[in-house]
């Protein structure tokens, strides 16, 4: 069985916190997959807790099930995340 991917809509930041990303929507609004009438919401992934890096704003960031994808719709990405690439 495969799982779809979920997407999480277009927050307006996307920080890698380690042992979970923290999207921030920038209104109440959230969205319906992540944080349906929330400002931020977590989404939990493995990994060891850090300080806060920031990915920037993409267009979309996807759950493909084994990963996270950002698409950030230019090839310029982000430094942190995927830098001259468009994902």
Same mark, same amino acid.
């Given at each position: 069985?495969?799982?779809?991917?979920?997407?999480?809509?277009?927050?307006?930041?996307?920080? =890698?916190?380690?042992?979970?990303?923290?999207?921030?929507?920038?209104?109440?609004?959230?969205?319906?997959? +992540?944080?349906?009438?929330?400002?931020?919401?977590?989404?939990?992934? +493995?990994? =060891? +807790?850090?300080? =806060?890096?920031?990915?920037?704003?993409?267009?979309?960031?996807?759950?493909?099930?084994?990963?996270?994808?950002?698409?950030?719709?230019?090839?310029?990405?982000?430094?942190? +995340?995927?830098?001259?690439?468009?994902?």
């Amino acid at each position: 069985v495969t799982k779809r991917e979920t997407s999480f809509g277009n927050p307006d930041l996307v920080t =890698d916190q380690g042992n979970r990303y923290k999207l921030n929507f920038g209104s109440t609004e959230g969205h319906e997959n +992540a944080c349906p009438g929330h400002f931020i919401c977590y989404i939990s992934k +493995a990994g =060891d +807790a850090h300080d =806060d890096v920031g990915l920037g704003d993409p267009d979309d960031m996807v759950d493909e099930g084994d990963r996270y994808r950002l698409n950030f719709g230019s090839t310029s990405g982000h430094p942190n +995340a995927c830098d001259g690439h468009f994902m």
